[in-house]
């Protein structure tokens, strides 16, 4: 286990000369903002994403109980999402020898995250006022505003999100693990993009299993 | 902590990220790989709950599959009835109840518009047909044939 350690830790082995495998990287990952902005956007995106999700939840009927209360459900979930997300970032690095500091990386995540919420917003403001996303508003925004792809349906459900603005998200999440560990930011890019894609294509599967046969797309 | 410690738990982490997504792409390859028969509305394999009503000239039937413990498919199929149409011409619209192993009441299932309540005793549309997803619509030609193409899909 040693040995195979020792070769993780070379993987992510940062391009400093000093940087040997199985020495910690001290940290040095800044906060995204000083605290008080930090603390206020994060608060304007997560009530931002609890303002999304009621919209979407208090047009549908037989939503049991509140609709205030599910969304507040879903808000924390998604804070939660932030924090597994963090915390994988932060074990993952470990086994290569750097260290992250989790509630910075906390926070990057969380602000980062507000790229998502005006992608969903985008997408929904194009749905509310035309009924339809124009291409290129999909091509920033997320294929999920389109009405298929060439994608399984569950899986274009799956990968909605997939736009510009994903793609900036997760260069700025990579980019903030490069500032903490000091590794290339083609290596932290590709981590960070293995780790999106293989999370979606488990949310894919996932979906692909609730939906059987069923076909979708029907009221 | 022990640095081979951390290293090992960082090892875990990706581990466990990795043996999802293989868990749960070879569940979704072997569940892809089930043949399950077509969907053909025949009412004698379900369990009558309501009278159908005297055979309407129809085009087309519409089959909700609904559970009663999910509010927002019932209410979904009570907005389809509300809304559709009753004119000649206009689908037949019939509830299936499903994943329900007590025979419902005949009364949580009771609307105007629908023209019989069905239940799937034997479980065809899930163990038969493949299908999980409450409150989607199942149509079907006047022979009882599955049309595959939803409506605006």
């Known amino acids: ?219 | 902590m022990n640095r081979h410690i951390e290293r090992l738990f960082g090892c875990m982490a990706m581990s466990l990220v990795l043996a999802l997504v293989a868990g749960m792409g070879a569940w979704w390859w072997i569940d892809r790989a089930i043949v399950y028969e077509r969907p053909r509305w025949d009412e004698a394999s379900f369990e009558a709950i309501a009278e159908s009503r005297a055979a309407r000239t129809a085009a087309e039937t519409w089959v909700v599959a609904v559970n009663p413990a999910c509010t927002h498919c019932m209410a979904g199929m009570a907005a389809l009835a509300d809304t559709l149409g009753s004119a000649p011409g206009a689908p037949r619209l019939f509830a299936l109840v499903v994943d329900t192993a007590a025979r419902p009441a005949r009364r949580s299932l009771s609307h105007p518009r629908l023209d019989g309540v069905f239940w799937d005793r034997e479980g065809v549309w899930r163990a038969r047909w493949g299908h999980r997803m409450y409150g989607e619509i199942l149509r079907f030609d006047a022979a009882g044939d599955w049309i595959d193409v939803p409506r605006g899909g």
């Open chain 1, 1 to 219: 286990m040693v040995s195979l350690t020792s070769r993780f830790a070379a993987l992510g082995r940062a391009p400093r000369a000093h940087a040997g495998p199985g020495e910690s990287s001290s940290p040095r990952l800044p906060w995204p903002l000083p605290i008080a902005p930090t603390l206020l956007i994060a608060g304007v995106i997560t009530y931002g994403w609890w303002r999304a999700v009621h919209q979407q939840l208090v047009p549908m009927p037989g939503v049991p109980n509140d609709p205030r209360i599910a969304a507040t459900l879903a808000t924390l979930a998604r804070l939660a999402g932030n924090g597994l997300e963090a915390a994988f970032y932060v074990l993952s690095w470990r086994a290569f020898g750097h260290r992250i500091p989790f509630v910075r990386l906390y926070a990057w995540i969380t602000l980062l995250s507000g790229a998502d919420l005006f992608a969903f917003e985008m997408r929904q403001h194009f749905l509310d006022t035309r009924g339809a996303v124009p291409v290129a508003a999909a091509i920033v925004s997320g294929i999920g505003g389109l009405p298929g792809s060439w994608l399984p349906r569950a899986f274009h459900v799956a990968f909605a999100s997939t736009g510009l603005l994903t793609l900036a998200r997760i260069a700025f999440t990579a980019r903030a693990q490069t500032l903490a560990t000091g590794v290339a930011l083609g290596r932290t890019l590709a981590f960070t993009g293995a780790t999106w894609l293989l999370t979606h294509l488990a949310l894919g599967f996932g979906y692909a299993l609730l939906q059987g046969r069923s076909v979708p797309g029907l009221p």
